[in-house]
């Protein structure tokens, strides 16, 4: 499995903006699909976006279309998740995930996963 490390998050207000980055461990990361996740407390971790391996195909959950932007860097194994207009409703553990194991791009099913990085959106 690849190491995942995310980092980026924090305390934001209302409309305002984070950049998240998951580092991995594995050069072999770069020619594979990746996703982000997130888990709100008292419910269960759902997709936020994915990306292929080259980093022209990306797919979102319609809660955060058009104002999420996942983008990866694979010269350096990094990928990114750039959220604008965020809502209290974007408050929770965001998780990276590699080494796709079952699904599409829009409903993947991955077998590693980071520690997740912290974003919390005041009202």
């Known amino acids: 499995q690849v190491q995942l490390v995310e980092s980026g998050g924090g305390l934001v207000p209302t409309g305002g903006s984070l950049r998240l980055s998951c580092s991995a461990s594995?050069?072999?990361?770069?020619?594979?699909?990746m996703g982000w996740f997130r888990q709100a407390p008292g419910k269960e971790r759902e997709f936020v976006a994915g990306?292929?391996?080259?980093?022209?195909?990306?797919t979102y959950a319609d809660s955060t279309k058009g104002r999420f932007t996942i983008s990866r860097d694979n010269a350096k194994s990094i990928m990114f998740l750039q959220m604008n207009s965020l809502k209290p409703d974007d408050t929770a553990m965001y998780y990276c995930?590699?080494?796709?194991?079952?699904?599409?791009?829009?409903?993947?099913?991955?077998?590693?996963w980071g520690q997740g990085t912290q974003v919390t959106v005041s009202s």
């Open positions: 995930a590699a080494d796709l194991v079952a699904g599409s791009l829009s409903n993947p099913s991955f077998s590693s």
């Open positions: 594995r050069d072999t990361v770069s020619s594979e699909a």
């Open positions: 990306i292929n391996w080259s980093g022209i195909l990306t």
